[in-house]
C-alpha cells in the first residue's frame, strides 16, 4: 500500500525530470519508482484482460442457463421443471426393479369386484409396460413409499380383445375400444394400495383417497397423465401420452 503511495506521489515524474534530480540518490529513487508505476500499469493491463477472457467463457454459459428452463435429464425433456428433486434422480440413476407380484387372490375379493370387474383376467406383468413408463411409475411407487402407501399394480397391458369386451359391457366401465386405449401399447396402469395383506381401491376409504391425491401428484410430476383429472375420474389411471400410430385415447 505504502509503495503504490509513493509510486502515486510520483507520478508526476517523468525522464525529462530525472534529469533536475539534485543528487544520483535520488535520481536512482526516481528511476526505481518509474519502474514500480510501469510494472503495475502492466500487471492491471493484464488483469483486465484475465477478467475480459473470463467473461467471454463464463457469459455463454449464464445466457444457457438463464433460456433452459428446469432440470432436464436424458430422455426425460417432457418432465415439469417442478418435478421433485428425489423422484428426478431416480429417474435419472438406478434402474427401478417392479415389486415382487401379489398373490392373485388379492384382486379376487368382494370388496375389490364391487369397485372393479373382470380384474381376474387382468395383465399385471410389468414387463410388458413400455420401459420408460415403467420407470416413471416405479419412481411414483418409490415416492409413495416414503408416506406409508404400498402400492399394488391392478391393470397394465390391455389385449385389444380384453379391450373390446370391456368397452361392451358398457361406458361405465370404458369408453374407449380397441387400440384407443394407452393400455393397448404398454403406457398406461390402472393402480391401488396394498394395505394389511388386502388390495384398496375404493374411493370411500378416506386413507385410499388420500393417496390417490398424492399418487396423482407425484405421478404428474414425472410427466404422467393422471386419470384423477378426468371428468370420469378414474383414480387410479396413469398414462405417458406419447405419439402412437394409431389415435390413442384414454382409459
Ligand atoms: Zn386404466
Given at each position: 500500500m505504502r509503495a503504490r503511495r509513493r509510486v502515486r506521489q510520483a507520478s508526476a515524474a517523468t525522464i525529462e525530470e530525472l534529469s533536475t534530480l539534485a543528487t544520483p540518490c535520488s535520481?536512482?529513487?526516481?528511476i526505481f519508482i518509474l519502474n514500480a508505476r510501469a510494472s503495475l500499469k502492466a500487471v492491471s493491463a493484464k488483469r483486465k484482460s484475465f477478467a475480459l477472457i473470463a467473461l467471454l467463457i463464463v457469459l455463454p454459459v449464464l445466457l444457457i442457463s438463464l433460456v433452459s428452463s428446469g432440470p432436464t435429464l436424458d430422455g426425460y425433456d417432457d418432465l415439469p421443471a417442478a418435478a421433485d428433486p428425489v423422484i428426478l434422480s431416480l429417474l435419472n440413476g438406478e434402474q427401478l426393479v417392479p415389486p415382487p407380484a401379489l398373490p392373485p387372490e388379492v384382486f379376487?375379493?368382494?370388496e375389490v369386484a364391487a369397485e372393479r370387474i373382470e380384474l381376474?383376467?387382468?395383465s399385471r406383468e410389468w414387463a410388458l409396460l413400455d420401459a420408460d413408463f415403467r420407470q416413471r411409475l416405479l419412481a411414483v411407487y418409490r415416492m409413495m413409499e416414503r408416506h406409508g402407501y404400498q402400492m399394488a399394480l391392478v391393470e397394465g397391458y390391455r389385449s385389444p380383445m380384453r379391450q373390446e369386451a370391456?368397452?361392451?359391457i358398457g361406458q361405465h366401465v370404458t369408453n374407449a375400444r380397441a387400440?384407443?386405449?394407452y393400455h393397448q401399447f404398454g403406457l398406461a396402469a390402472d393402480n391401488?394400495?396394498?394395505r394389511d395383506g388386502r388390495l384398496v381401491i375404493s374411493e370411500k376409504d378416506s386413507w385410499a383417497m388420500a393417496g390417490y391425491r398424492l399418487y396423482g401428484q407425484y405421478a404428474e410430476s414425472v410427466g404422467l397423465t393422471w386419470g384423477?383429472?378426468?371428468q370420469m375420474r378414474d383414480f387410479g389411471h396413469v398414462e405417458l401420452r406419447r405419439q402412437i400410430s394409431t389415435s390413442a385415447q384414454r382409459k
Amino acid at each position: 500500500m505504502r509503495a503504490r503511495r509513493r509510486v502515486r506521489q510520483a507520478s508526476a515524474a517523468t525522464i525529462e525530470e530525472l534529469s533536475t534530480l539534485a543528487t544520483p540518490c535520488s535520481r536512482i529513487f526516481a528511476i526505481f519508482i518509474l519502474n514500480a508505476r510501469a510494472s503495475l500499469k502492466a500487471v492491471s493491463a493484464k488483469r483486465k484482460s484475465f477478467a475480459l477472457i473470463a467473461l467471454l467463457i463464463v457469459l455463454p454459459v449464464l445466457l444457457i442457463s438463464l433460456v433452459s428452463s428446469g432440470p432436464t435429464l436424458d430422455g426425460y425433456d417432457d418432465l415439469p421443471a417442478a418435478a421433485d428433486p428425489v423422484i428426478l434422480s431416480l429417474l435419472n440413476g438406478e434402474q427401478l426393479v417392479p415389486p415382487p407380484a401379489l398373490p392373485p387372490e388379492v384382486f379376487m375379493t368382494r370388496e375389490v369386484a364391487a369397485e372393479r370387474i373382470e380384474l381376474a383376467s387382468a395383465s399385471r406383468e410389468w414387463a410388458l409396460l413400455d420401459a420408460d413408463f415403467r420407470q416413471r411409475l416405479l419412481a411414483v411407487y418409490r415416492m409413495m413409499e416414503r408416506h406409508g402407501y404400498q402400492m399394488a399394480l391392478v391393470e397394465g397391458y390391455r389385449s385389444p380383445m380384453r379391450q373390446e369386451a370391456l368397452a361392451s359391457i358398457g361406458q361405465h366401465v370404458t369408453n374407449a375400444r380397441a387400440f384407443q386405449s394407452y393400455h393397448q401399447f404398454g403406457l398406461a396402469a390402472d393402480n391401488g394400495f396394498y394395505r394389511d395383506g388386502r388390495l384398496v381401491i375404493s374411493e370411500k376409504d378416506s386413507w385410499a383417497m388420500a393417496g390417490y391425491r398424492l399418487y396423482g401428484q407425484y405421478a404428474e410430476s414425472v410427466g404422467l397423465t393422471w386419470g384423477g383429472r378426468w371428468q370420469m375420474r378414474d383414480f387410479g389411471h396413469v398414462e405417458l401420452r406419447r405419439q402412437i400410430s394409431t389415435s390413442a385415447q384414454r382409459k
